[in-house]
């Protein structure tokens, strides 16, 4: 998730503890990028990473921020074609096709249409309904709309458009995560936006915790209230949730953020948030996205069924939340939500 309108999703508050004695002197690294905040936590003081995190960033804004204009992916959607990418481009292109395909295609970068029609905070809802929503749904689907050469990307009809916001943070992490495992640090923990990738051990000389946030608390204003926690050990760290972004429609349903690509409609079940691991941050932003969309029931059956990949389902069930878990997200920490 790559820009602002995905951070208030994103509940996530690093947790250590104060019993151990530090091992390692870190350095902190932190500023504003693609809309909301980076911090990085590197256990070697010795070195400087700034610059090297710098072109990370700049590679990837210079790729697939559509809000900068002279972006390859906003050139892409104002011509409707993209010749001689970058290989940043192509690189995150196939990070879309690797998981709209593993995720049986509710991970949908041709989405964008659909959502600038509906609107950011759906404040144009009202100009919406079935026929316009299946005009605009006939511009969706990533293998079908999507035409890839040797030579570039070309839409296969006019209006078609890309959005790689799904997985533009986790991206962003596995490559400042990339810049640290090559220059052989040992220790550190990647943050954008709320989405997380640690190894080693945090500078008390503990694992990394971290805590996930109660989205009933969140949604009043409280962000210090945590479900659960779980450990980073080079693993990464997801959270998607519709608590702090919905409307309640004419029949007195609530509505979230997020775009069902099956349907073109706002997605509506029970499922208020999810947080997945995995061992990349890019399949792990993904996933959360994918797994909002389809709903709690579809994504356990997926979550199962991907290798080294767990989640954490939050329902609403009248006046309580449930949480579910995939079979081998981490037991000892599992709390339940009275």
Known sequence: ?????????????????????????????????????????????????????????????????????ESEVSDFNLKGVLKDPSFTF?????????????????????????LKAWGFSFEQREQMDSAKVAELKALVGFESKLSVTDSGYFATEEGVKLDVTGLGEGYAIDKLAEVLDRAGVANYL????????????????????????????????????????????????????????????????????????TTGFPVSHSMVSVSVLATSATQADALATAFMAMGPEKAKVLAESLPGVEAMFVLAEKDRLRMEFTSGFPKELKQEKK
């Open 190 to 261: 990647v943050e954008i936006g709320g989405e997380m990738k640690g190894k080693g051990n945090n500078p008390r000389g503990e694992n990394w915790t971290i805590g996930i946030e109660d989205p009933s608390q969140a949604e009043l204003g409280v962000t210090n209230s945590m479900l659960t926690k779980v450990t980073l050990s080079q693993l990464a760290l997801s959270s998607s949730g519709n608590y702090r972004k919905f409307y309640i429609d004419a029949e007195g349903n609530r509505r979230s953020h997020l775009i069902d690509p």
């Open 90 to 114: 192509r690189d995150m292109l196939d990070s879309c096709r690797k998981f709209h395909l593993q995720s049986q295609g509710y991970f949908e970068p041709t989405l964008f249409p659909l």
């Open 1 to 69: 998730m790559l820009y602002a309108r995905f951070l208030a999703l994103i509940g996530l508050l690093s947790l250590t503890s104060c019993a151990s004695k530090p091992e390692v002197t870190f350095k902190n690294y932190e500023g504003e990028i693609f809309g909301t905040y980076y911090r990085v936590q590197v256990g070697d003081s010795d070195r400087d990473f700034q610059t090297q995190f710098d072109s990370v960033f700049a590679l990837i804004n210079t790729a697939a921020n559509s809000y900068v204009q």
